[in-house]
Protein backbone atom coordinates (compact mmCIF):
# COMPACT_ATOMS: atom_id res chain seq x y z
CA UNK A 1 0.00 0.00 0.00
CA UNK A 2 1.58 3.40 -0.78
CA UNK A 3 2.02 5.81 2.45
CA UNK A 4 -1.05 7.82 2.59
CA UNK A 5 -3.04 4.24 2.87
CA UNK A 6 -4.99 6.01 5.78
CA UNK A 7 -6.43 8.14 3.39
CA UNK A 8 -7.31 5.62 0.88
CA UNK A 9 -8.79 3.44 3.23
CA UNK A 10 -11.21 6.58 4.03
CA UNK A 11 -11.07 7.31 -0.03
CA UNK A 12 -12.61 2.98 -0.55
CA UNK A 13 -14.94 3.39 2.33
CA UNK A 14 -16.31 6.50 1.44
CA UNK A 15 -17.24 5.60 -2.25
CA UNK A 16 -20.79 4.89 -1.90
CA UNK A 17 -23.86 6.34 -1.65
CA UNK A 18 -24.73 3.45 1.61
CA UNK A 19 -21.92 3.63 4.06
CA UNK A 20 -21.63 0.46 6.11
CA UNK A 21 -20.11 1.14 9.87
CA UNK A 22 -16.50 0.59 8.30
CA UNK A 23 -15.51 5.00 7.71
CA UNK A 24 -17.01 5.41 11.56
CA UNK A 25 -14.31 3.15 12.87
CA UNK A 26 -11.81 4.75 10.90
CA UNK A 27 -12.81 7.96 11.76
CA UNK A 28 -12.68 6.89 15.46
CA UNK A 29 -9.60 5.63 15.36
CA UNK A 30 -7.51 7.74 13.60
CA UNK A 31 -9.21 11.21 13.47
CA UNK A 32 -6.42 12.66 14.25
CA UNK A 33 -3.79 11.11 12.39
CA UNK A 34 -5.89 12.34 8.84
CA UNK A 35 -3.70 14.42 6.31
CA UNK A 36 -6.57 16.03 4.91
CA UNK A 37 -4.83 17.68 2.17
CA UNK A 38 -3.76 14.45 0.96
CA UNK A 39 -7.28 12.69 1.21
CA UNK A 40 -9.23 15.69 -0.43
CA UNK A 41 -6.14 15.86 -3.15
CA UNK A 42 -6.74 11.92 -4.16
CA UNK A 43 -10.06 12.28 -3.93
CA UNK A 44 -10.47 14.83 -6.58
CA UNK A 45 -7.37 12.94 -8.98
CA UNK A 46 -9.30 9.84 -8.77
CA UNK A 47 -12.68 12.24 -9.55
CA UNK A 48 -14.82 10.60 -6.39
CA UNK A 49 -15.00 13.83 -4.33
CA UNK A 50 -18.61 14.14 -4.54
CA UNK A 51 -19.26 10.70 -3.29
CA UNK A 52 -16.23 11.95 -0.16
CA UNK A 53 -18.18 15.15 0.53
CA UNK A 54 -21.27 13.37 0.84
CA UNK A 55 -20.14 10.59 3.42
CA UNK A 56 -17.92 13.15 5.09
CA UNK A 57 -21.08 14.82 5.73
CA UNK A 58 -22.66 11.71 7.56
CA UNK A 59 -19.52 10.94 9.92
CA UNK A 60 -20.07 12.29 13.42
CA UNK A 61 -19.09 16.39 13.31
CA UNK A 62 -16.80 15.97 16.29
CA UNK A 63 -14.01 13.89 13.74
CA UNK A 64 -14.44 16.54 10.90
CA UNK A 65 -12.74 19.75 10.92
CA UNK A 66 -15.87 22.66 10.76
CA UNK A 67 -13.72 23.86 7.64
CA UNK A 68 -13.85 20.87 6.08
CA UNK A 69 -17.79 20.23 7.44
CA UNK A 70 -18.94 23.01 5.60
CA UNK A 71 -16.64 23.18 2.57
CA UNK A 72 -18.09 19.84 1.51
CA UNK A 73 -21.85 21.24 1.35
CA UNK A 74 -20.20 24.00 -0.31
CA UNK A 75 -18.87 21.47 -2.90
CA UNK A 76 -21.92 19.33 -3.21
CA UNK A 77 -24.31 22.65 -4.26
CA UNK A 78 -21.53 23.55 -6.91
CA UNK A 79 -21.67 20.02 -8.32
CA UNK A 80 -25.15 19.96 -8.08
CA UNK A 81 -25.62 23.68 -10.25
CA UNK A 82 -22.63 22.69 -12.66
CA UNK A 83 -24.12 19.57 -13.40
CA UNK A 84 -27.32 20.47 -14.02
CA UNK A 85 -26.02 23.47 -16.35
CA UNK A 86 -24.64 20.46 -18.18
CA UNK A 87 -27.54 18.45 -18.26
CA UNK A 88 -28.78 21.35 -19.68
CA UNK A 89 -26.23 21.83 -22.53
CA UNK A 90 -26.83 18.10 -23.39
CA UNK A 91 -30.77 17.93 -23.75
CA UNK A 92 -30.20 21.02 -26.10
CA UNK A 93 -27.61 19.05 -28.20
CA UNK A 94 -29.82 15.94 -28.61
CA UNK A 95 -32.96 17.72 -29.38
CA UNK A 96 -31.27 19.78 -32.22
CA UNK A 97 -30.00 16.48 -33.70
CA UNK A 98 -33.29 14.89 -33.14
CA UNK A 99 -34.83 17.76 -34.65
CA UNK A 100 -32.25 16.67 -38.31
CA UNK A 101 -33.47 12.97 -37.95
CA UNK A 102 -29.96 12.08 -36.18
CA UNK A 103 -30.44 9.54 -33.91
CA UNK A 104 -28.99 9.49 -30.31
CA UNK A 105 -27.59 7.53 -27.88
CA UNK A 106 -26.54 8.82 -24.63
CA UNK A 107 -24.25 7.43 -22.32
CA UNK A 108 -21.55 8.09 -19.17
CA UNK A 109 -21.83 11.74 -17.87
CA UNK A 110 -25.05 13.16 -16.74
CA UNK A 111 -27.51 10.08 -17.36
CA UNK A 112 -25.26 7.86 -15.57
CA UNK A 113 -25.41 10.19 -12.77
CA UNK A 114 -28.82 9.91 -12.98
CA UNK A 115 -29.40 5.75 -13.52
CA UNK A 116 -26.47 4.92 -11.10
CA UNK A 117 -26.07 7.27 -8.48
CA UNK A 118 -29.93 8.89 -8.32
CA UNK A 119 -28.64 12.54 -8.17
CA UNK A 120 -26.68 14.60 -10.56
CA UNK A 121 -23.95 15.87 -7.55
CA UNK A 122 -22.76 13.01 -6.63
CA UNK A 123 -21.18 12.36 -9.97
CA UNK A 124 -18.29 14.72 -11.83
CA UNK A 125 -17.85 14.93 -15.66
CA UNK A 126 -15.74 17.13 -18.07
CA UNK A 127 -17.55 15.97 -20.94
CA UNK A 128 -20.75 15.05 -22.51
CA UNK A 129 -20.89 11.79 -24.67
CA UNK A 130 -23.28 10.33 -27.11
CA UNK A 131 -23.75 7.84 -30.03
CA UNK A 132 -24.47 8.20 -33.11
CA UNK A 133 -24.78 6.39 -36.34
CA UNK A 134 -21.71 6.22 -38.52
CA UNK A 135 -23.50 7.31 -41.52
CA UNK A 136 -24.42 10.36 -39.63
CA UNK A 137 -21.09 11.50 -38.30
CA UNK A 138 -20.94 14.58 -41.37
CA UNK A 139 -24.24 15.98 -40.73
CA UNK A 140 -24.42 15.45 -37.04
CA UNK A 141 -20.97 17.44 -37.00
CA UNK A 142 -21.99 20.14 -39.62
CA UNK A 143 -25.25 20.02 -37.35
CA UNK A 144 -22.55 21.05 -34.19
CA UNK A 145 -20.68 23.39 -36.17
CA UNK A 146 -23.48 25.62 -36.72
CA UNK A 147 -24.16 25.43 -33.05
CA UNK A 148 -20.69 26.56 -32.42
CA UNK A 149 -18.98 23.76 -31.64
CA UNK A 150 -15.73 23.14 -33.23
CA UNK A 151 -12.92 20.45 -33.38
CA UNK A 152 -9.08 20.96 -33.38
CA UNK A 153 -8.07 19.12 -36.45
CA UNK A 154 -7.03 20.65 -39.54
CA UNK A 155 -7.06 17.56 -41.90
CA UNK A 156 -7.30 16.56 -45.48
CA UNK A 157 -9.67 14.37 -47.13
CA UNK A 158 -8.12 11.11 -46.55
CA UNK A 159 -6.43 12.16 -43.19
CA UNK A 160 -10.14 12.76 -41.94
CA UNK A 161 -11.04 9.46 -43.31
CA UNK A 162 -8.67 7.79 -41.66
CA UNK A 163 -9.38 9.77 -38.25
CA UNK A 164 -12.49 8.19 -39.07
CA UNK A 165 -11.76 4.77 -39.05
CA UNK A 166 -9.50 5.02 -36.12
CA UNK A 167 -11.17 7.33 -33.19
CA UNK A 168 -14.65 6.54 -32.75
CA UNK A 169 -15.50 9.64 -31.97
CA UNK A 170 -14.47 13.43 -32.31
CA UNK A 171 -13.57 16.25 -29.59
CA UNK A 172 -15.84 19.65 -29.89
CA UNK A 173 -15.12 22.60 -28.37
CA UNK A 174 -18.01 25.67 -27.78
CA UNK A 175 -20.20 26.67 -25.23
CA UNK A 176 -20.36 24.67 -22.03
CA UNK A 177 -18.04 21.67 -21.88
CA UNK A 178 -16.58 19.60 -24.72
CA UNK A 179 -19.26 17.42 -26.48
CA UNK A 180 -18.27 13.97 -27.74
CA UNK A 181 -20.15 12.32 -30.50
CA UNK A 182 -19.29 8.44 -30.59
CA UNK A 183 -19.65 6.11 -33.27
CA UNK A 184 -17.86 3.37 -31.31
CA UNK A 185 -16.74 3.29 -27.93
CA UNK A 186 -13.53 2.94 -28.53
CA UNK A 187 -10.25 3.47 -31.18
CA UNK A 188 -9.88 0.80 -33.97
CA UNK A 189 -6.77 -0.38 -32.72
CA UNK A 190 -8.52 -2.06 -29.86
CA UNK A 191 -10.02 -4.36 -32.21
CA UNK A 192 -13.28 -4.19 -29.47
CA UNK A 193 -16.28 -6.65 -31.70
CA UNK A 194 -19.13 -4.64 -30.21
CA UNK A 195 -22.61 -5.57 -31.83
CA UNK A 196 -23.29 -2.17 -32.75
CA UNK A 197 -26.70 -2.85 -34.18
CA UNK A 198 -27.61 -5.33 -31.08
CA UNK A 199 -26.77 -2.04 -29.01
CA UNK A 200 -28.98 0.45 -30.83
CA UNK A 201 -32.28 -2.46 -31.21
CA UNK A 202 -31.36 -2.97 -26.99
CA UNK A 203 -31.38 0.66 -26.61
CA UNK A 204 -34.22 2.19 -23.91
CA UNK A 205 -36.11 5.51 -23.54
CA UNK A 206 -35.23 7.37 -19.92
CA UNK A 207 -36.88 10.14 -18.15
CA UNK A 208 -34.18 12.97 -17.76
CA UNK A 209 -34.46 16.32 -17.17
CA UNK A 210 -38.14 16.52 -18.56
CA UNK A 211 -36.90 14.95 -21.21
CA UNK A 212 -37.24 11.65 -22.89
CA UNK A 213 -34.13 10.39 -24.23
CA UNK A 214 -32.35 7.26 -25.54
CA UNK A 215 -30.18 5.28 -23.31
CA UNK A 216 -28.45 1.93 -23.16
CA UNK A 217 -30.20 -0.94 -22.07
CA UNK A 218 -29.06 -1.87 -18.55
CA UNK A 219 -27.05 -4.60 -19.82
CA UNK A 220 -25.22 -2.53 -22.57
CA UNK A 221 -24.78 -0.04 -19.87
CA UNK A 222 -22.80 -2.17 -17.35
CA UNK A 223 -20.90 -3.70 -20.37
CA UNK A 224 -19.78 0.03 -21.93
CA UNK A 225 -18.66 1.24 -18.24
CA UNK A 226 -15.94 -1.87 -18.56
CA UNK A 227 -14.77 -1.52 -21.53
CA UNK A 228 -13.98 2.22 -21.08
CA UNK A 229 -12.39 1.40 -17.62
CA UNK A 230 -10.59 -1.25 -19.84
CA UNK A 231 -9.72 1.23 -22.68
CA UNK A 232 -8.30 3.73 -19.69
CA UNK A 233 -6.53 1.01 -17.90
CA UNK A 234 -8.23 1.55 -15.03
CA UNK A 235 -6.79 4.32 -13.50
CA UNK A 236 -9.29 6.46 -11.62
CA UNK A 237 -11.27 5.01 -9.31
CA UNK A 238 -14.36 7.01 -10.24
CA UNK A 239 -14.78 4.42 -13.45
CA UNK A 240 -14.50 1.50 -10.58
CA UNK A 241 -17.00 3.16 -8.49
CA UNK A 242 -19.37 4.02 -11.68
CA UNK A 243 -19.92 0.06 -12.00
CA UNK A 244 -20.32 -0.47 -8.33
CA UNK A 245 -23.12 1.63 -8.46
CA UNK A 246 -24.75 0.75 -11.37
CA UNK A 247 -24.50 -2.51 -10.50
CA UNK A 248 -26.48 -1.52 -6.67
CA UNK A 249 -29.32 0.79 -8.43
CA UNK A 250 -30.09 -2.30 -10.79
CA UNK A 251 -30.55 -5.61 -8.51
CA UNK A 252 -33.35 -6.46 -11.53
CA UNK A 253 -29.84 -6.89 -14.28
CA UNK A 254 -30.16 -9.96 -16.62
CA UNK A 255 -26.84 -11.66 -16.00
CA UNK A 256 -27.51 -14.50 -18.08
CA UNK A 257 -28.25 -11.84 -21.05
CA UNK A 258 -24.92 -9.91 -20.27
CA UNK A 259 -22.51 -13.62 -20.33
CA UNK A 260 -24.27 -14.32 -23.91
CA UNK A 261 -23.36 -11.07 -24.80
CA UNK A 262 -20.18 -10.79 -23.90
CA UNK A 263 -19.05 -14.51 -24.69
CA UNK A 264 -20.07 -13.50 -28.31
CA UNK A 265 -18.41 -10.09 -28.59
CA UNK A 266 -15.18 -11.27 -26.83
CA UNK A 267 -16.04 -9.04 -24.20
CA UNK A 268 -16.38 -11.16 -21.31
CA UNK A 269 -12.49 -11.19 -19.82
CA UNK A 270 -12.92 -6.91 -19.98
CA UNK A 271 -16.36 -7.07 -17.89
CA UNK A 272 -15.21 -10.18 -15.48
CA UNK A 273 -11.89 -7.45 -15.01
CA UNK A 274 -14.40 -4.65 -13.79
CA UNK A 275 -16.45 -6.37 -11.95
CA UNK A 276 -13.56 -7.85 -9.88
CA UNK A 277 -12.08 -4.82 -9.71
CA UNK A 278 -15.18 -2.93 -8.24
CA UNK A 279 -15.51 -5.95 -6.11
CA UNK A 280 -12.18 -6.00 -4.62
CA UNK A 281 -12.17 -2.53 -4.11
CA UNK A 282 -15.39 -1.21 -3.26
CA UNK A 283 -17.41 -4.32 -2.40
CA UNK A 284 -19.60 -4.04 -4.91
CA UNK A 285 -22.54 -6.59 -4.63
CA UNK A 286 -21.86 -8.73 -7.56
CA UNK A 287 -24.38 -11.87 -7.28
CA UNK A 288 -23.19 -15.43 -7.23
CA UNK A 289 -24.08 -15.74 -10.39
CA UNK A 290 -21.50 -13.73 -11.72
CA UNK A 291 -19.04 -14.26 -9.23
CA UNK A 292 -19.09 -18.24 -10.41
CA UNK A 293 -19.03 -16.84 -13.90
CA UNK A 294 -15.59 -14.89 -13.44
CA UNK A 295 -13.80 -17.10 -11.10
CA UNK A 296 -13.37 -19.25 -14.39
CA UNK A 297 -11.35 -17.03 -16.18
CA UNK A 298 -7.68 -16.80 -14.33
CA UNK A 299 -5.99 -14.22 -16.07
CA UNK A 300 -8.38 -11.84 -15.52
CA UNK A 301 -8.47 -12.51 -11.60
CA UNK A 302 -4.21 -12.16 -11.89
CA UNK A 303 -4.99 -8.74 -13.76
CA UNK A 304 -7.45 -7.66 -11.25
CA UNK A 305 -5.16 -8.40 -8.34
CA UNK A 306 -2.23 -6.42 -10.21
CA UNK A 307 -4.39 -3.10 -10.90
CA UNK A 308 -5.36 -3.27 -7.11
CA UNK A 309 -2.10 -3.53 -5.66
CA UNK A 310 -1.23 -0.51 -7.88
CA UNK A 311 -3.93 1.10 -8.24
CA UNK A 312 -2.86 4.43 -5.63
CA UNK A 313 0.89 4.22 -6.44
CA UNK A 314 1.39 6.75 -8.70
CA UNK A 315 5.21 6.74 -10.35
CA UNK A 316 6.10 9.51 -13.01
CA UNK A 317 9.06 7.83 -13.55
CA UNK A 318 7.35 4.48 -15.31
CA UNK A 319 8.07 5.22 -18.73
CA UNK A 320 7.24 2.24 -20.08
CA UNK A 321 5.69 2.52 -23.38
CA UNK A 322 4.61 -1.15 -23.72
CA UNK A 323 2.45 -1.22 -20.63
CA UNK A 324 -0.65 -0.15 -22.29
CA UNK A 325 -0.14 -2.84 -25.23
CA UNK A 326 0.59 -5.52 -22.59
CA UNK A 327 -2.78 -4.64 -21.12
CA UNK A 328 -5.34 -4.47 -23.61
CA UNK A 329 -3.28 -7.71 -25.72
CA UNK A 330 -4.14 -9.05 -22.15
CA UNK A 331 -8.10 -7.75 -21.66
CA UNK A 332 -8.89 -10.26 -24.81
CA UNK A 333 -9.61 -13.50 -24.51
CA UNK A 334 -10.14 -14.24 -27.98
CA UNK A 335 -6.45 -15.47 -29.56
CA UNK A 336 -8.40 -13.71 -33.45
CA UNK A 337 -9.09 -10.07 -31.43
CA UNK A 338 -5.47 -10.23 -30.58
CA UNK A 339 -4.15 -10.69 -33.67
CA UNK A 340 -6.45 -7.77 -35.10
CA UNK A 341 -5.56 -5.82 -32.05
CA UNK A 342 -1.66 -6.34 -32.75
CA UNK A 343 -2.41 -5.60 -36.30
CA UNK A 344 -4.24 -2.19 -36.22
CA UNK A 345 -1.66 -0.74 -33.08
CA UNK A 346 1.13 -1.50 -35.70
CA UNK A 347 -0.37 0.14 -38.74
CA UNK A 348 -2.94 2.75 -37.65
CA UNK A 349 -1.74 6.29 -38.02
CA UNK A 350 -3.12 9.02 -36.20
CA UNK A 351 -3.81 12.34 -35.82
CA UNK A 352 -0.96 13.12 -34.42
CA UNK A 353 0.94 11.80 -36.73
CA UNK A 354 -0.68 14.34 -39.00
CA UNK A 355 0.34 16.87 -37.19
CA UNK A 356 4.13 16.29 -37.13
CA UNK A 357 4.65 16.02 -40.53
CA UNK A 358 2.48 17.64 -43.64
CA UNK A 359 1.73 14.94 -46.42
CA UNK A 360 -0.63 15.85 -49.33
CA UNK A 361 -3.05 12.85 -49.80
CA UNK A 362 -0.90 11.27 -53.04
CA UNK A 363 1.53 10.47 -50.33
CA UNK A 364 -0.22 9.25 -47.50
CA UNK A 365 0.99 5.93 -47.90
CA UNK A 366 4.41 7.45 -46.12
CA UNK A 367 2.29 7.74 -42.90
CA UNK A 368 2.58 3.86 -42.64
CA UNK A 369 6.70 3.48 -42.67
CA UNK A 370 6.55 6.79 -39.87
CA UNK A 371 4.48 5.33 -37.98
CA UNK A 372 7.16 2.36 -37.39
CA UNK A 373 9.60 4.18 -37.05
CA UNK A 374 8.68 6.49 -34.58
CA UNK A 375 6.45 4.11 -32.31
CA UNK A 376 9.29 1.55 -32.26
CA UNK A 377 12.62 3.49 -33.44
CA UNK A 378 12.34 6.69 -31.95
CA UNK A 379 10.19 7.10 -29.54
CA UNK A 380 12.05 3.99 -27.88
CA UNK A 381 15.23 5.09 -27.97
CA UNK A 382 13.65 8.63 -26.63
CA UNK A 383 12.66 7.07 -23.50
CA UNK A 384 15.46 4.56 -22.78
CA UNK A 385 17.67 8.29 -22.78
CA UNK A 386 15.68 9.60 -20.65
CA UNK A 387 15.32 7.11 -18.10
CA UNK A 388 19.39 7.60 -17.72
CA UNK A 389 18.97 10.88 -17.65
Known amino acids: MPHNSLEISIILASCRLE ?19 IL ?7 GVNSL ?18 HASIAHLKQQQETNQQLSDQLVYILNVLKDKNIDTIS ?43 VHNWDLTPRQWQEFINYA ?42 GQSLRSLS ?9 VHGCKEEWTKLKWVVDVSEFIRSHPEMDWELIFRLTTSQGLARIVNIGLALSHKLVQAPIPNIA ?43 RLIDRLRYFFQTISQ ?23 LLHDFIVLPVWIFIKKFR
Open 19 to 37: LDNSLDSIFKKNSNNINWE
Open 40 to 46: IQTGYEH
Open 52 to 69: LCNSLLKVKTEYIPEQIY
Open 107 to 149: FKGPTLAISAYKQLKFRSFRDLDFLIHESDIQQCLDTLRELGY
Open 168 to 209: GEDILFGEGVPIEPHWAFAPSTLALNIDYEGIWKRAIHIEFN
Open 218 to 226: TEDNLIILC
Open 291 to 333: LEWMSKDKFAAKWTEQLADNFFITNNTDLDIWKPGKFHWSMRE
Open 349 to 371: PRVQYFADIKLPDKLFFLYWPYK
